[in-house]
């Protein structure tokens, strides 16, 4: 199948998916690096997750990477306006379209790096179990070829950048970036402040795991400023607003399915884009 092809259809599972977020913006504006320190950028706009772009001392440390063409042309083109250093890094936060359909139109000669959580849910079935895109050769050289389990640095001259892995959460391949000297932690979807925190019990997410995670990397991080897919970037009161806001939904939950209510019942109890985070919370505590 031709790039071509296979982008249109994943736009489409990708709008399936995610429409909510994007409906209401169907034309991206421009992609702009917004400064958080002399060599962090925030990769804002474009068609995709937002992202971040680190200058090393040798070299560019790209997170995430949009998903079409046009937008990582535009962010190869706002990089050449700050620095003259090659892209070496393209770190995936994790396995969603958003975030890792556009590392094919990045050169081959970027490293791809993502937690193996990630690598292996690139290769899940689709939602209509066709195989996965992913499979296709042509893509083979943008799959992420360095992974990792709990912790990797990686050094661009002086610069140290942290990948951690809390552990399950958005997905079971959700990691953390965190640029030390700027206390800031580049988060991918572990966060939404606009619309319930997205689980997607498909790729093995878990909102309880999701709890433990986000408090370990609260614990394990001094960030200041956390940087995410799809909101602006906020502190630790609201992470910690946000795990808070979790645990409610989940006591509810758990004390209506005690009072014998079925699904349909507990969902009615929530505002309707609540639907889906309360089926998967309502889910993983009847299986279990
Ligand atoms: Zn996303």
């Known amino acids: 199948m031709k790039k071509h092809a296979l982008m249109i259809k994943s736009f489409i599972g990708f709008f ?57 042309d535009q962010t190869i083109e706002q990089l050449k306006e700050v620095t003259d250093k090659p892209v070496r890094y393209l770190v995936n936060t994790h396995s969603d379209g958003d975030h890792i359909w556009g590392n094919q139109f990045f050169p081959e000669s970027v490293t791809f790096i993502a937690h193996e959580n990630c690598r292996n849910d690139l290769f899940l079935p689709k939602n209509n179990n066709e195989p996965s895109d992913w499979y296709n050769s042509e893509l083979a050289p943008y799959i992420p070829s360095v992974t990792f389990r709990e912790k990797m640095d990686i050094f661009l001259g002086s610069k140290k950048v942290e990948l ?37 019990s498909h790729k093995g997410g878990n909102s309880f795991e999701y709890v433990k995670t986000i408090t370990k990397m609260l614990d394990a991080l001094d960030a200041e400023k956390f940087c995410s897919g799809h909101s602006e970037i906020v502190n630790r009161e609201a992470i910690q607003v946000h795990v808070e806001q979790m645990e409610k939904r989940q006591k509810k939950v758990k004390s209506l399915i005690a009072d014998g209510k079925t699904l349909e019942q507990v969902k009615s109890e929530f505002e309707e884009n609540e639907g889906r985070l309360v089926e998967s919370i309502f889910n993983e505590i009847t299986k279990n």
Do not use: C
Request: aromatic residues 12%.
């Open 16 to 72: 399936w998916l995610t429409g909510t977020i994007f409906a209401q913006q169907p034309e991206p504006q421009p992609v702009e690096l917004r400064p958080i320190s002399e060599n962090l950028y925030e990769i804002l706009g474009g068609r995709g997750a937002q992202g971040g772009a680190y200058i090393g001392d040798d070299g560019v440390l790209l997170v995430d990477a949009k998903m079409d063409k046009t937008s990582v």
């Open 164 to 200: 951690w892995y809390f552990g399950v959460g958005h997905t079971t391949g959700d990691i953390v970036v965190y640029f030390p000297e700027e206390k800031a932690a580049f988060i991918g979807d572990q966060i939404f402040m606009e619309i319930p925190q997205l689980i997607h």
